[in-house]
């Protein structure tokens, strides 16, 4: 008992800070990867402190910490990123699960980007969708790049995706971290002569199969729509 407890003793010196997290948070120990994050890094206490923070905030599947300012930033995932340099901070991320760890989730690829995407037979409105793909771990589909609206065009018909200009109208912001769609992008994902804000009531966003590209469309129609995992294994 005496040599146990001394063992642990021992430990605790070697090791330096206890960190009971680490089957939950998984160190990334290459280089070459970046935190997904819309946020900016705040003081804390300790590691376990920004990890314990990142477990109460929504959507938080990831952080870095800097061991010699105690500085702590919650983000979404980790991402290769192959300009990013050997870092002083240390990346950790909640173990990845795999695509069809959730139930009707199969993961659709363009070239080297893979989404991990559902899609419903029901229809709802957006802000019922979105409701429903957070109950899924997921948020509305992310067409952000060219190729992602390739994988769009994998999946049948017309439906919802993660994209809406409500709070300011003309400005489009991604669901998933509040990014905001740039102007030469928006012309590419868009169908020709859209977003036109028909009516003045055209704030949310479909893929539409017919056009290849975006459409906006009201926020109270009735629509099929597409979830999102992110932070997955392939
Ligand atoms: C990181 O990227 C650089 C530039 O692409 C490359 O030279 C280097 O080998 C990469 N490092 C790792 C660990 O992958
Ligand atoms: C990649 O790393 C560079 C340098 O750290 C950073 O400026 C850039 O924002 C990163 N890109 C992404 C997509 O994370
Ligand atoms: C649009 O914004 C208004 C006011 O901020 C809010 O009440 C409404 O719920 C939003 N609708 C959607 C679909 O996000
Ligand atoms: C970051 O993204 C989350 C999820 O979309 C959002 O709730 C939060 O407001 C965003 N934070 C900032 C600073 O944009
Ligand atoms: C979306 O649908 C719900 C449930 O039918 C309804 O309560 C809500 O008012 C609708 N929202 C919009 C913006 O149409």
């Known amino acids: 008992m005496i040599s146990f407890a001394l063992s642990v003793f021992v430990g605790f010196i070697v090791f330096g800070e206890e960190f009971p997290f680490s089957d939950i948070f998984h160190k990334i120990s290459k280089s070459n990867y970046t935190l997904w994050t819309n946020r900016t890094a705040i003081k804390v206490r300790s590691r376990m402190d920004c990890a314990s923070r990142c477990l109460i905030t ?6 870095t910490f800097e ?3 105690s500085m ?3 983000g979404f995932c980790s991402q290769s990123n192959s300009s990013a340099r050997s ?17 009707g989730f199969s993961s659709k690829s363009y070239g080297s980007t893979i989404a991990c995407v559902w899609q419903s037979t029901e229809r709802l409105n957006f802000t019922m969708a979105r409701s429903d793909c957070a109950a899924k771990g997921a948020s509305l589909f992310t067409v952000n790049t060219f190729e992602k609206l390739q994988i769009a065009g994998l999946l049948p018909g017309s439906y919802l995706i993660g994209l809406n200009d409500n709070e300011t109208e003309k400005t489009f912001v991604f669901e998933v971290d509040n990014s905001i769609l ?10 020709s002569g859209q977003p036109d804000d028909l009516y003045s009531d055209e704030d949310c966003v479909v893929y539409v199969d017919y056009f290849r590209g975006l459409n906006d469309i009201s926020c109270s129609r009735n629509e099929i729509y597409v979830c999102e995992q992110f932070c997955f294994i392939p």
Request: aromatic residues 10%.
């Open 67 to 69: 061991e010699t300012t």
């Open 87 to 103: 870092q002083s901070v240390d990346l950790y991320q909640i173990q990845r699960k795999k695509c069809n760890t959730y139930p």
């Open 72 to 74: 702590c930033t919650l």
């Open 58 to 63: 929504n959507r938080c599947r990831a952080f």
């Open 182 to 191: 740039d102007e030469s992008l928006k012309q590419q994902l868009f169908a």
